[in-house]
């Protein structure tokens, strides 16, 4: 494998979230797009800054965490998911350092119940206020950032309001356990995300995430530089709608320290029935339609198959057999 340089010079950019008055038609809107567009042409990603997840609500998301992967093996195999990744995925001779679970339809209050009470029969209050009061807030920035990226392409509103209501989200919460040997290891292989966006946010400033430059030869660290730190990552999903606009991040999880790494991400994914494809704004004679519309979970579960399988080539291999 062709192993390639981290450069600790090269970094993502910030976008700063925290501001009250972020709302559509404002100038400092215009000014924050155009920023959110310019990062996810040039990276496919950048960290934002959102304060609305407080300090205390992180900490809480990371106790939930622990509480979660330190329940015993049997118990957390009661989350299961035909499809895969969805359920829970202990400690797999491919990443042996990985742990995780997801959560379906993480804002919704039934479902989170119903995930809690699988794996804490008599209750436990606050996990399910905990992830709710993450997905929420989460949420809240996910759409923001892709109503801003839609209208950046000039995208008309209504196709976004309808955009917005036809996805869900899926949380995962994410153990990377530390390793006594100096040398690295890896945490989750490169790969991109298969859904619109994803935001995720760790416990702390270690390393761990690293995105791959467009040029295809350098990893840059995603280190979090503030408390209020998220990465956001465009998916493949996004690269579909925006018609090739923007590339999905290449990404991966390294470990090289002793400390357990948490994360915990935010997936904005399609509804099943929903058929995927740019709208005709998108579509013109220098950005001809690479992709013929399509269904989220076939595409899906055709990426879990086979190699590659979380890549640009498997979404441009599974188009092009529909044809
Ligand atoms: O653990 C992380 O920070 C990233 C995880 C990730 O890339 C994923 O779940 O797709
Ligand atoms: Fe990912």
């Keep these: 494998m062709m192993s390639l340089e981290t450069k600790p010079a090269l970094q993502l950019p910030v976008i700063d979230f925290t501001s009250r008055d972020l709302k559509p038609g404002t100038v400092e809107w215009e000014s924050v797009r155009g920023d959110v567009r310019r990062a996810l042409e040039e990276y496919g990603c950048f960290e934002a800054l959102f304060d609305k997840v407080t300090v205390e609500l992180r900490k809480a998301v990371f106790e939930a965490s622990e509480d979660l992967f330190g329940l015993p093996i049997e118990t957390k195999q009661r989350i299961v998911s035909d499809v895969k990744y969805r359920g829970y995925v202990g400690q797999n001779p491919t990443t042996p350092l990985y742990e995780g679970v997801g959560i379906d339809v993480a804002d919704n209050e039934e479902q989170v119940k119903a995930f809690t009470q699988k794996l804490w029969p008599q209750g436990n209050m606050s996990f399910s206020e905990t992830v709710l009061s993450f997905t ?50 890896l945490g989750m292989e490169a790969h991109t995300d298969r859904n619109v966006l994803t935001i995720v946010c760790q416990n702390d400033v270690i390393d761990g995430l690293e995105v791959k430059t467009k040029d295809g030869r350098h990893w ?95 979404l441009k291999t599974y188009c092009s057999l529909l044809k």
């Excluded at 759409?143 to 996805?167: A, C, P, Q, W």
């Excluded at 999880?253 to 029935?273: I, K, L």
């Design 136 to 185: 929420k807030h989460v949420s809240e920035l996910d759409f923001k950032i892709r109503r801003m990226v839609m209208e950046s392409f000039g995208i008309d509103e209504n196709y976004v309001d309808k955009h917005l209501k036809s996805t869900k989200c899926l949380m995962r919460m994410m153990k990377y356990r530390g390793v006594d040997e100096t040398e690295e290891e």
């Design 220 to 314: 840059i660290k995603a280190n979090p530089s503030q408390d209020s730190s998220f990465l956001v990552i465009g998916g493949s999903i996004l690269h579909v709608l925006l018609n090739g606009r923007v590339q999905p991040a290449v990404h991966r999880v390294v470990r090289m320290g002793t400390e357990t790494r948490y994360s915990a991400g935010h997936f904005s994914m399609p509804n099943t029935e929903e058929l995927i494809y740019a709208p005709d704004e998108m579509v013109d004679a220098a950005f001809p339609r690479l992709f013929n519309p399509f269904g989220f979970e076939a595409y899906y579960k055709f990426t879990c198959e086979g190699s590659g399988r979380r890549d640009l080539s498997a």
